[in-house]
């Protein structure tokens, strides 16, 4: 029998595939040393002094539009604080005692300023709210005023109509005594004579007259007390009503004077100051004099 070779396998068949490494695209992917160079990256001296010009300039020039303003004064200061501690901890920039100086003095009279609007805003807030607290007491008071003239004279109408009452009721009384008297018969044989008809008719008619003239007192007195009650509740009620419009103007007046932020012109006048001093430093540090403008 004779030898049959055998045909050989080849060295990579049934064996798994690998999974092939993704191709790194150029430019998508920096290594970490790159990462680490720019980190690493020198700012150089004109872009400190440049970051911190601008960084002092949009301070200046911040407004801050919702009251109380006093909340925003501690967080501006920081703020401010921030940018020249970022300046002078800047390798490119060499800070002189000059400079901490005026930046310290600059600090400290601009927080003294703001120190003062933030009592004067708050002495405004505190005049507001007592204001508005006297204004709900006018108010009250001219709702008790109401309450109290309308009881009065509910007073007065019962105590006019327990008093007219008896004398109506006589008055008709005396009216039905008249009218009797008057269609009596007079006559010799009528058990009453025409002279002593006319006696009876006199008085009845004197004593209904008396009576309409009592009434007429006691009705024109009443009248009087009402009239007197309200001349004295309308002038009472005047005053009330001047006093509470006297308080609405006083709380425009104060409110118009807190909705404008009036520490602007310290801080601002305090950014240039600083501005100033960094431009000054810039010169006095390097041999070419170089001024850094402000954005």
């Given at each position: 029998?004779?030898?049959q070779?055998?045909a050989?396998?080849?060295?990579?068949?049934?064996?798994?595939?690998?999974?092939?490494?993704?191709?790194?695209?150029?430019?998508?992917?920096?290594?970490?040393?790159?990462?680490?160079?720019?980190?690493?990256?020198?700012?150089?001296?004109?872009?400190?002094?440049?970051?911190?010009?601008?960084?002092?300039?949009?301070?200046?020039?911040?407004?801050?539009a919702v009251?109380?303003?006093?909340?925003?004064?501690?967080?501006?200061?920081?703020?401010?604080?921030n940018?020249?501690?970022?300046?002078?901890?800047?390798?490119?920039?060499?800070?002189?005692?000059?400079?901490k100086?005026?930046?310290?003095?600059?600090?400290?009279?601009?927080?003294?300023?703001?120190?003062?609007?933030?009592?004067?805003?708050?002495?405004?807030?505190?005049?507001?709210?007592?204001?508005?607290?006297?204004?709900?007491?006018?108010?009250?008071?001219?709702?008790?005023?109401?309450?109290?003239?309308?009881?009065?004279?509910?007073?007065?109408?019962?105590?006019?109509?327990?008093?007219?009452?008896?004398?109506?009721?006589?008055?008709?009384?005396?009216?039905?005594?008249?009218?009797?008297?008057?269609?009596?018969?007079?006559?010799?044989?009528?058990?009453?004579?025409?002279?002593?008809?006319?006696?009876k008719?006199?008085?009845?008619?004197?004593?209904?007259?008396s009576?309409?003239?009592?009434?007429?007192?006691?009705?024109q007195?009443?009248?009087?007390?009402?009239?007197?009650?309200r001349?004295?509740?309308?002038?009472?009620?005047?005053?009330?009503?001047?006093?509470?419009?006297?308080?609405?103007?006083?709380?425009?007046?104060?409110?118009?004077?807190?909705?404008?932020d009036?520490?602007?012109?310290?801080?601002?006048?305090?950014?240039?100051?600083?501005?100033?001093?960094?431009?000054?430093?810039?010169?006095?540090?390097?041999?070419?004099?170089?001024?850094?403008?402000?954005?």
């Amino acid at each position: 029998m004779g030898f049959q070779s055998r045909a050989r396998t080849p060295r990579d068949f049934g064996r798994r595939p690998g999974k092939s490494k993704p191709q790194t695209k150029p430019g998508k992917r920096r290594t970490g040393a790159e990462h680490q160079l720019e980190e690493e990256r020198v700012v150089t001296r004109t872009e400190a002094a440049g970051r911190t010009l601008n960084g002092l300039g949009h301070l200046g020039s911040q407004r801050f539009a919702v009251a109380p303003f006093h909340e925003h004064y501690d967080r501006w200061l920081l703020s401010v604080r921030n940018v020249l501690s970022e300046f002078e901890a800047s390798s490119a920039v060499t800070v002189d005692d000059r400079f901490k100086e005026e930046c310290s003095r600059i600090l400290s009279d601009v927080e003294l300023a703001l120190n003062d609007k933030r009592v004067k805003e708050v002495s405004n807030h505190e005049a507001v709210r007592k204001v508005n607290r006297s204004l709900l007491d006018a108010r009250s008071l001219l709702a008790q005023t109401d309450r109290e003239y309308a009881a009065k004279m509910n007073e007065i109408a019962g105590k006019k109509e327990r008093s007219v009452k008896p004398v109506v009721t006589n008055l008709g009384k005396l009216r039905g005594e008249l009218n009797r008297i008057i269609h009596m018969r007079a006559g010799f044989l009528r058990g009453i004579s025409k002279k002593a008809k006319a006696e009876k008719t006199t008085e009845a008619s004197r004593k209904l007259d008396s009576t309409k003239e009592e009434l007429a007192r006691i009705e024109q007195s009443f009248v009087s007390e009402q009239k007197k009650l309200r001349s004295e509740y309308e002038r009472r009620r005047q005053q009330i009503l001047e006093q509470i419009a006297k308080y609405q103007r006083e709380i425009e007046s104060l409110d118009a004077g807190m909705q404008v932020d009036d520490s602007l012109d310290a801080r601002h006048a305090a950014c240039d100051e600083l501005v100033s001093a960094v431009n000054s430093l810039l010169q006095r540090t390097q041999s070419t004099p170089e001024t850094v403008s402000k954005s």
